[in-house]
């Protein structure tokens, strides 16, 4: 299996516009994460899904933060409107029911300018 | 709500020698699971080695070992004769159990320990 794929790697982007980061889970993985991290505020948690059910969106910063998970094999997170604080790397990670371990893609660095 | 702490922010060892990275969290489940991560400078999230909280034994990967201490709270990694690729970021992170009634509720990660290798 190639692991969790994540796109684009490197986003820059000017702010007010619309940013969608993309990701495909390990097939066979029925949970699906979405997390941030940022110097100030290291790792955190913005959401999941289970079978593609979002589960827990608290973690979701503002009302700009969306993200869906249309089947299986892809989910995105879009900020519409993007805003300098923003700027963060997004990491995508899958894992299954009984195995305990998360694998994570190798993240999108965004950048809001 | 748990939280993992890091108290480390960097730590420095000589390459072939031992070093130790402390990790301290707060829980009232009994039910969980710990882990580190190791994050290079390429940025991916590797998993270093895992700790079912119901297990008494430490888990070892090669190299690395935890020191589990549940009545403390206590979870560090023991990296033995580190190398130079052991350079990076280190994650304590703690995850719910299946029995928690949370078992996939996302990990709560530390602020990160980071690792320098001296040659």
């Known amino acids: 299996d190639a692991g969790v794929i994540q796109s684009p790697r490197h986003e820059v982007t000017e702010m007010g516009q619309e940013v969608t980061l993309r990701c495909k889970p390990i097939s066979g993985h029925d949970y699906l994460f979405w997390y941030r991290q940022t110097m100030m ?3 955190e948690l913005l959401i999941y899904f289970n079978n593609n059910v979002p589960i827990d969106d608290s973690g979701m910063p503002e009302d700009r933060f969306s993200a869906k998970m249309p089947n299986a094999s892809f989910s995105t997170l879009k900020i519409q409107p993007s805003e300098p604080r923003d700027s963060a790397v997004y990491f995508c990670a899958s894992h299954w029911r009984k195995n305990t371990e998360a694998f994570f893609g190798q993240g999108t660095r965004l950048t809001v300018v | ?36 991560y190791k994050q290079p400078p390429s940025r991916q999230m590797i998993l270093v080695i895992r700790q079912e909280a119901y297990k008494q034994q430490n888990a070892t990967e090669n190299r690395f070992s935890v020191n589990f201490q549940k009545a403390a709270k206590s979870f560090s990694l023991k990296i033995s ?15 719910s159990g299946v029995y928690s009634g949370g078992g996939a509720d996302g990990l709560t990660f530390g602020k990160g320990t980071h690792l320098i290798i001296q040659p």
């Open chain 2, 81 to 95: 004769d580190s190398q130079l690729g052991d350079a990076a970021m280190y994650f304590c992170a703690y995850r």
């Open chain 2, 1 to 36: 709500a748990q939280t993992v702490t890091q108290s480390q922010p960097e730590m420095s060892v000589q390459e072939a020698e031992t070093v130790t990275l402390s990790c301290t969290y707060d829980t009232s489940e009994s039910d969980y699971y710990l882990f580190w």
């Open chain 1, 41 to 43: 505020r290291g790792l």
